[in-house]
């Protein structure tokens, strides 16, 4: 990992009206993302988990304006603000910045073979011109992502789950980006196919110097393959630090019940587990104050009114909590 900011996000909030305001009132607005601040360093992979729900989703694509974010935030992409970019501006950042999808088969075109598919995805973006080139290219890529190249006239149906998933990998390559954002790209496949994919971005990683932003709801897949963790609640960060820290002594009451939901691999140690009350409010009606507060095992009374802001705590300035036990 470089020290180089590759992206840094800014007070960024995705807002969708659901109802809009008549007469007398009453809109009623989705905060799916609420003023998240962060960044990203060079080579690194930040992982950004919390439960389903929770906003990591539509941060990523935020990220990359496949939503578009509301007014305020900023996000800067090697130094330069993309948030209000033209499109005609930002189509060649697009080619930097990929996405590879948790559902690879909903994300392919079923009528393109995986040759054809990256082959147009070459062309597009000006990477080759067609001919023996683009064929030549489809070929490495398929050898990158340890796909037999005699498959390059395969359908996505034809694939496995894992293999699809090596296609999407394949396309997101396939334009050389420096950064790319995985949104749950092991969470529909079988445990033992995930770890060959997470070991197929790591390898990825070491080799083309790629940068990840790395979406789960699964703790213990993302502290393997990350340098740092983000945890989401209700479409904020709560809790940012290294991998390490964060597994060995997490502040925020939120990721200490996460972490205590992981079972330990050695036989015969049993941690207590922290159980939540209620479920995740939804983003039509975030609770005033500290927006965890409903479920908080520890919440006092001046949670219900004041909102922690993510801070740096005094005896680890890296590590950054949204509470006020800590401020
Ligand atoms: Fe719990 Fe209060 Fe901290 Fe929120 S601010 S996490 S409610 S202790």
């Known amino acids: 990992m470089e020290h180089e900011e590759i992206l840094s996000v800014s ?39 919390g439960e389903s729900g929770c906003g990591k989703t539509t941060l990523g694509r935020a990220i990359v304006r496949l939503v578009q974010p509301s007014k305020g935030g900023k996000v800067l992409f090697r130094g330069r603000d993309i948030t209000a970019l033209e ?46 080139a683009t064929a030549k290219k489809v070929r490495d890529l398929l050898d990158t992502v340890g796909l037999n190249r005699e498959y390059v006239n395969r359908y996505p149906h034809e ?48 080799e083309f110097g790629l940068t990840y932003l790395f979406i789960a709801h699964d703790l213990s897949v993302v502290e393997y393959i990350s340098d740092r963790v983000a945890v989401m609640y209700l479409g904020k960060i709560v809790e940012i630090t290294d991998g390490e820290t964060l597994y060995a002594s997490p502040k925020h009451p939120y990721t200490q019940a996460l972490l205590s939901a992981i079972p330990l691999p050695e036989l015969g140690h049993r941690k207590e587990r922290i159980m939540l009350k209620g479920d995740l409010p939804g983003p039509l009606a975030i609770p005033k104050g500290c927006s965890f507060h409903p479920r908080c095992p520890f919440a006092f009374a001046e949670c219900r009114e004041r909102e922690p802001e993510l801070l740096p705590l005094k005896e680890n300035p890296a590590q950054r909590v949204s509470c006020l036990l800590y401020q």
Request: net charge positive.
């Open 87 to 132: 499109n005609n501006r930002f189509r060649p950042l697009r080619k930097e910045m990929q996405m590879i999808f948790q559902d690879p088969f909903g994300s392919l075109n079923p009528r393109l073979t995986v040759g054809q598919m990256l082959g147009e995805v070459l062309r597009v973006h000006g990477v080759t011109r067609g001919g023996e």
């Open 11 to 49: 007070n960024l909030s995705v807002h969708f009206p659901v109802r809009k305001a008549g007469l007398f009132g009453g809109g009623v607005v989705s905060r799916a993302v609420n003023g998240v601040s962060f960044e990203v360093m060079k080579g690194e992979t930040l992982g950004l988990v």
């Open 159 to 206: 694939f496995s789950g894992g293999q699809r998933q090596r296609v999407g990998i394949a396309r997101a390559l396939a334009v050389n980006p420096s950064f790319i954002i995985c949104d749950e790209p092991v969470s529909a496949l079988d445990v033992s196919i995930q770890s060959q994919i997470i070991n197929l971005l790591k390898d990825l990683q070491r």
